[in-house]
């Protein structure tokens, strides 16, 4: 093989947000920075199936769906006779349209086409891409105990896919002599110095420029991997190393990817995201970066496009929220929980003993008061998070959150009374690969009722991922109720001091998101004691 034409896509998602996410942007940009490496042509493609005016892939409209992705592909094919196929498959929202995908492809359209797949579901459940491990519906369209993958890359993208292509256009690698055999798990490997990844080029992208016009964001990574361990997040388990092994970009380099965005001239957003778990964790990188955005306020008269970024509590420095305020970024801080208990039972907090880590909570509650009152008296907007019926969680931690919220101060008033404070709820997500997943009914007394819920085939999807038992005695429909009890007395009293963050429209989309959670347990349960 001396000519390799990749196309890479992005499959439907039943659950999850419809930004462009870069990790097809990093692996293109990183194989086109290797070129005088390979011996031949690469050509490269990019298709999103969330922007091509498909059907929604729901059991009503499948054979609709599989009639118009056949001939999406065809007339993709006709134009761009692809020899590779990449599809990246992030989550269990997309795990179903990826095998759709793929195997209509191998049936259908290209038959000696090689398909790779990677993705975190990917690394953490290979299994699900080996033959004989698909829902029923695909077997039934598709050759049983078959698999149309034929590499399957784990963790990061970029150095494995690279040595896939170099190798196949020298002819050099192993290949299955039938689709009833395993895919090939590819060699995992990190790239260890970010320097080495080359400067964001978003060509890839640009057939979908008015998609993300329309989203306005765009996404950029400064580091990779975080120290923490929380025991909800992959980083809890060994599945990923990309998560567990802290990289970081050279300030230099970010402000070139900044720059990159701003002169890149089909490209028009409102705000770039920058992903890392941790905003340049290092205080003399951020000095650094602050730095460099105080040429470019000065030189430049700033940026086009207001930064959102991430960080924790104990990682906020309230010094930096002044400057934050100032060149307008908008933060957001994985607070989780404000019941020590809780905190403690999701390991949130490093310690080397229990007493340690308690007195880490402690400090860690604290800091996040000193916050909500800096940020309120700098007028600075901040996003708050907070899990809801993660596994651990039981009536007393839910009273321990609203006490730390609503108990009378000294002053006679609550926090939640006194300063504006953003809080964005989120539902506990039954995602394999982390230690709460793995032992929610041992260590919590949890329980997950669908544990293979991303091969459910059901307009809900995304519901079954949040069905859980979040102990032994507190099920999930105690979770909600009292949840949602204190998400209304919050927007209540927020609403009092005014705070635009909160609207009726967010608690009508709360209430809609637990009156089909509510239904879905209630027939759960029905059905269980029927049986």
């Given amino acids: 093989m001396n000519n390799i034409k990749i196309l890479y896509i992005y499959p ?6 419809p930004f462009l996410l870069n990790s097809f942007i990093r692996i293109s940009n990183f194989l086109n920075s290797k070129e005088k490496e390979l011996n031949g042509l690469v050509d490269e493609k990019y298709l999103d199936l969330r ?5 929604e892939f729901i059991p009503k409209n499948l054979q609709i769906y599989r009639n118009k992705l056949r001939k999406l592909l065809k007339e993709n094919y006709k134009k761009f006779k692809f020899n590779l196929v990449a599809i990246s498959c992030y989550g269990g929202y997309s795990y179903i349209n990826t095998i759709e995908t793929a195997n209509l492809i191998k049936k259908f359209i290209n038959p000696k086409c090689i398909i790779v797949v990677g993705g975190p579901h990917a690394t953490i459940n290979p299994e ?14 598709y050759p049983q105990n078959t698999s149309p993958f034929d590499y399957l890359i784990k963790d990061e993208g970029e150095l494995p896919f690279f040595k896939l292509v170099k190798d196949l256009l020298n ?20 790239v260890s110095n970010l320097d080495d990844i080359p400067i964001i080029d ?7 420029k008015n998609i993300i016009k329309k989203n306005n964001r765009i996404f950029l990574e400064f580091t990779r991997g975080c120290i923490f361990r929380c025991n909800f997040c992959p980083n809890s388990e060994s599945f990923l190393d990309g998560y567990k092994t802290l990289r970081v970009k050279p300030v230099k380099k970010c402000i070139e990817e900044l720059n990159v965005i ?14 890392d ?19 470019i306020y000065q030189e430049e008269g700033g940026l086009p496009f207001q930064l959102r970024i991430e960080t924790r509590v104990d990682t906020c420095n309230i010094e930096d929220l002044e400057i934050y305020k100032k060149f307008n970024i908008f933060l957001r801080i994985g607070l989780e929980s404000c019941s020590k208990t809780l905190l403690y039972r999701m390991g949130k907090i490093c310690g080397k003993n229990e007493e340690q880590i308690k007195r880490g909570i402690n400090r860690y509650l604290m800091k996040f008061e000193e916050i909500i009152r800096e940020a309120n008296k700098l007028d600075l907007p901040i996003s708050y998070y907070i899990l809801m019926g993660l596994p651990g969680e039981d009536r007393s931690t839910i009273q321990e959150n609203w006490d730390f919220f609503f108990q009378k101060r000294g002053d006679g008033k ?46 809900k999807q995304p519901y079954y991922s949040m069905i859980v038992d979040p102990s032994k005695d507190f099920n999930f429909m105690d979770s909600l109720t009292l949840n949602f009890k204190f998400i209304k007395e919050i927007i209540k009293v927020q609403n009092a001091l005014r705070n635009p963050f909160y609207s009726v429209f967010r608690l009508l989309s709360l209430k809609k998101q637990n009156f089909v959670n509510f239904n879905l347990y209630k027939k759960l349960m029905l059905r269980n004691t029927n049986n």
């Fill in 12 to 17: 439907f998602e039943s659950y999850g947000t």
């Fill in 51 to 55: 922007y091509e005016n498909l059907p």
């Fill in 128 to 141: 699900d891409f080996q033959p004989a491990s698909f829902p029923n519906f695909i077997s039934e369209e």
């Fill in 171 to 190: 002819n050099k690698i192993n290949r299955r002599n039938s689709l009833s055999k395993n895919c090939i798990i590819l060699e995992p490997e990190l």
């Fill in 202 to 208: 978003l060509s890839l992208y640009e057939k979908y």
């Fill in 262 to 275: 701003k002169n890149t001239k089909w490209l028009s957003v409102k705000q770039v995201e920058i992903s």
């Fill in 277 to 295: 778990m941790i905003f340049l964790p290092k205080k003399s990188l951020r000095e650094q970066f602050f730095k460099e955005l105080e040429r």
């Fill in 414 to 459: 609550s926090l939640a009374e006194k300063y504006k404070i953003n809080i964005r709820f989120n539902k506990y997500l039954a995602f394999s690969g982390s230690e709460v997943y793995s032992q929610a009914q041992n260590k919590y007394g949890a329980k997950i009722y669908y544990k293979n819920w991303w091969k459910i085939f059901n307009e």
